[in-house]
């Protein structure tokens, strides 16, 4: 196969702002986890599949199988309206309040 290029699971993209690795990066409506530290308009990989825990809305309720949207500041969302990108599945119950979130990230 001479167009193949990669399985897709990583994947590289201009970081759009100081990204730290474990970070929620999002270019256009791609989202995925940061693989390691880069500068704002420096080349990242991202991880764009698999289990994460992740920022999330502290003042939600996540149930099991909800949809997940990313939403300013990096931080994750169960409100899907607006711009906000979707970026998974929440895998485990999440309580309001609480600060993170166990998400399988859906490329």
Request: proline share 3%; with cysteine.
């Amino acid at each position: 196969m001479e167009n193949y290029i990669s399985t897709g699971d990583i994947v590289t993209v201009t970081a759009p702002g100081a990204t730290k690795s474990g970070d929620i990066v999002t270019v256009g409506s791609l989202s995925g986890i940061a693989c390691a530290d880069a500068d704002s308009g420096a080349d990242v990989e991202i991880k764009t599949s698999g289990v994460f825990t992740v920022k999330k809305t502290s003042a939600q309720a996540w149930t099991q199988g909800a949809k997940i949207y990313v939403s300013s500041g990096s931080a994750t969302t169960a409100d899907g309206s607006g711009s906000n990108p979707f970026i998974g599945y929440a895998l485990a119950i999440a309580a309001n309040p609480s600060a993170t979130g166990i998400v399988r990230l859906s490329a």
